[in-house]
């Protein structure tokens, strides 16, 4: 057990550098066309995922009473956005293939600023002491997601058909580590997760079902950018939730409920991609 925690962070690290390098092989001046033909539409897809998420997470907590590790899990990732794999389960489901990639960009760089008002609020509701700099923000967002979508983006524009080449094999290749990082999680934090009971992981599927819901309703007319936006709206990034829970030197039973919560959360967006493939696919509006 002790030797699968130690490789339990440079394997996430791993993974998560390899899913954003393969999507960044795939980034071209096409995404920002994309977003420039809405704007109004980027902005509604922001706000659903900065507010009500959150919003709903809190009032959860509230409603059933729930406190401590569990409840500080739940909010924590709530006020999370961006998780480095949303944008390769946006397109999985179908959504918009030059918007997607642009939108979550966007999340991601909003991060920066609204995680931290997010963590000074969530401190005043709920009466603790909590902070967290933009400066750490940036610095996990940027060498968690920037740096490899900004080298496969590179790769992309300087020799295009050896990107073409390497993409889809970067892309298995991702895929077997998400699985074996999954693995290592389940192994590693399973019996604490048990421990702390199930609250986290229907916390998650409650939450995520409304937020695929909210996300869809700020999309717009699209079909595949409300796909989109109904994604980005509920994945939620376990990487910044940590973050915030080790700056302010959280109980470790936190990462356990985080862990619980994305465990309810990826249950639902696997069953929201099943039902999306099983749709006809609609006709994107240009």
Same mark, same amino acid.
């Given at each position: 057990m002790n030797s699968l925690s130690a490789w339990l962070a440079p394997l996430a690290a791993a993974t998560i550098f390899a899913v954003m390098l393969s999507l960044g092989l795939l980034l071209g001046r096409e995404h920002l066309a994309a977003v420039a033909k809405r704007r109004m539409v980027l902005a509604? +897809?922001?706000? &659903?995922?900065?507010?009500?998420?959150?919003?709903?997470?809190?009032?959860?907590?509230?409603?059933?009473?729930?406190?401590?590790?569990?409840?500080?899990?739940? +909010?924590?990732?709530?006020? &999370?956005?961006?998780?480095?794999?949303?944008?390769?389960?946006?397109?999985?489901?179908g959504g918009?293939?030059?918007?997607?990639? !642009?939108?979550?960009?966007?999340?991601?760089?909003?991060?920066?600023?609204? +995680?931290?008002? &997010?963590?000074?609020?969530?401190?005043?509701?709920?009466?603790? @002491?909590?902070?967290?700099?933009?400066?750490?923000?940036?610095? @996990?967002?940027?060498? !968690? @997601?920037?740096?490899?979508?900004?080298?496969?983006?590179?790769?992309r524009t300087r020799w295009p058909a050896w990107a073409a080449w390497l993409a889809p094999k970067l892309t298995r290749i991702s895929n077997l580590m998400l699985i074996a990082l999954l693995l290592v999680c389940v192994v590693v934090l399973g019996p604490a997760v048990v421990r702390l009971g199930w609250a986290p992981a229907i916390s998650g599927v409650g939450v995520t079902a409304f937020a695929l819901l909210i996300g869809r309703a700020f999309g717009g007319r699209d079909p595949s950018v409300r796909t989109a936006a109904a994604i980005a709206a509920a994945m939620r990034n376990p990487g910044l939730a940590l973050l915030i829970a080790t700056v302010n030197r959280f109980p470790a039973a936190v990462t356990a409920a985080v862990f619980g919560y994305a465990l309810g959360l990826a249950a639902t967006v696997i069953a929201f991609i099943a039902w999306r493939r099983r749709r006809p696919p609609a006709p994107a509006l240009r």
């Open positions: 509604a +897809v922001l706000f &659903s995922v900065v507010v009500p998420v959150p919003a709903l997470a809190v009032l959860v907590v509230k409603m059933w009473g729930l406190k401590g590790p569990v409840a500080a899990g739940i +909010v924590l990732m709530a006020i &999370s956005p961006g998780a480095p794999v949303a944008l390769r389960r946006a397109i999985d489901a918009h293939p030059e918007f997607a990639p !642009a939108l979550h960009l966007a999340i991601v760089m909003l991060a920066v600023v609204t +995680v931290p008002i &997010s963590v000074a609020i969530m401190a005043a509701i709920f009466s603790v @002491q909590a902070v967290l700099s933009p400066l750490d923000v940036a610095r @996990q967002v940027f060498f !968690a @997601q920037f740096l490899p979508l900004g080298l496969g983006a590179l790769v």
